[in-house]
Each structure stands twice: as structure tokens, then as C-alpha cells.
């Protein structure tokens, strides 16, 4: 059965939309996050109706520093 995997930011705006239809899904996606917190929200949507979800993603970035002797 096809579906839509709709990605919207926080605004609203759609960011990411195409349809499928594997019976087995899977897929990676990138977009950009200028912030260190983002709440996407995913709507997958077929003809029986939509399933929307909306999460909290947080980066972080970790610095290592390595000192050798001289």
C-alpha cells in the first residue's frame, strides 16, 4: 500500500515529503539543525487516514583533546 512520509520543522513548513511503498521500510534522512534542540514532526499518511508523531532531538558535539609530550 503507498503512503506519504511528510517531515515538517518547527515552524511548519514541510521539509521533507515523498511517498513509498515497501512493505518493509526504512530510511535515513538528514536536514539541518542550526539550534542544539529541534522538535520535527513526521506524518505518515495513507488512504485510511495519518499517524503524526513529534519528538525532541538534541545535539551535542563533544571536543576530545589529545596532549602528547614533545
Known sequence: ???WLIIRN???DVVY???FSDAHFSK???FENEGSE???TFIIRNNDGEITRQFAVT???TE???VTKL
Open 64 to 66: 576530545n583533546t589529545v
Open 28 to 30: 535515513t534522512i538528514y
Open 17 to 19: 515529503r515523498k511517498q
Open 38 to 40: 529541534i522538535r520535527p
Open 1 to 3: 500500500e503507498k503512503f
Open 59 to 61: 545535539k551535542t558535539v
Open 10 to 12: 518547527d515552524a511548519g
